[in-house]
């Protein structure tokens, strides 16, 4: 099995932590060139030093802030002129919990700007150079709530359905130019934000968070929470060559949990 990736580049975003850390460095260990892209560069710079290099390696980041898509849009402009890539990894976090009919319709406009229409950006500046190479990987890094809507997170349900959707369609477009594009699904791997949802429920359930955490166990079939590790290998194959075939997928990456098929 071909999961070789010497001489690809992959931009990663969201990736000072968490999945999209993880991923990075489960890329750069099967060969490929990483480029991170965050909003707080002092911890791009420690991941940097945290990614495997060997001869055929070179790792750098961006600068960026999905709050601001201009901005993104003009640093991908210019890194692009020297940098073509061939992975990229759409990942960024998640909008605040709640109710979908309490949320401000800001909140959704904010949400939709920050996943959609910067993964918009970030797809429409990569994919030409990908269609002159007859090759190409975008994954986007989700949420189970694509098949079962997750019950307090309202705005974030909407709109990784939106992404969702979005995805498919470009998998049919791209297709044909060797470029897959597929979703990874993660649910309950243990990350800076699953510790928030667990710290909000155990607030308002009057528990501590090791009672929330043993409540969500009971409901994984595989008897434990995840890890970013545990969905950066399923991102770090949809990246290969091995999985040239695989294409419009939703992956879930959760013990099990997810009820639907």
């Known amino acids: 099995m071909n999961t070789d990736l010497t001489g690809k580049r992959a931009l990663v975003c969201g990736s000072t932590q968490g999945i999209g850390k993880a991923s990075a460095i489960e890329l750069a260990s099967m060969g490929a060139s990483i480029t991170l892209v965050a909003r707080d560069e002092e911890k791009l710079k420690e991941v940097i030093r945290l990614l495997p290099v060997d001869d055929t390696e070179t790792h750098n980041y961006l600068v960026a802030d999905f709050n601001n898509p201009d901005q993104l849009r003009q640093e991908l402009d210019h890194f692009l002129k020297e940098h073509p890539v061939d ?3 759409n990942n960024t976090g998640g909008p605040k919990g709640g109710q979908a009919i309490d949320a401000d319709v800001q909140e959704y406009i904010q949400a939709f700007s920050n996943h959609v229409v ?7 500046a990569v994919v030409p150079g990908m269609k002159s190479a007859g090759w190409g990987r975008i994954i986007n890094i989700i949420s189970a709530s694509v098949k079962t809507p997750l019950r307090g997170l309202g705005v974030s349900n909407t709109i990784r359905g939106a992404v969702a959707s979005w995805a498919k369609t470009l998998s049919l477009e791209l297709g044909p130019f060797g470029i897959t594009v597929n979703n990874v699904l993660p649910s309950t791997s243990m990350t800076a934000r699953l510790e928030s949802l667990i710290q909000s429920r155990a607030e308002n359930e009057g528990k501590s968070t090791e009672e929330v955490e043993e409540d969500m166990i ?3 079939p595989v008897g434990r929470i995840g890890t970013a590790e545990d969905v950066a290998v399923a991102v770090a194959f949809l990246a290969s060559p091995a999985a040239g075939y695989i ?11 997810t009820p639907s098929l």
Do not use: R
């Open 247 to 257: 294409n419009g997928i939703n992956l879930p990456v959760d013990g099990g949990k």
């Open 118 to 124: 910067c993964n918009q950006i970030l797809a429409t």
């Open 87 to 89: 992975i990229l990894v």
């Open 218 to 220: 009971k409901e994984i």
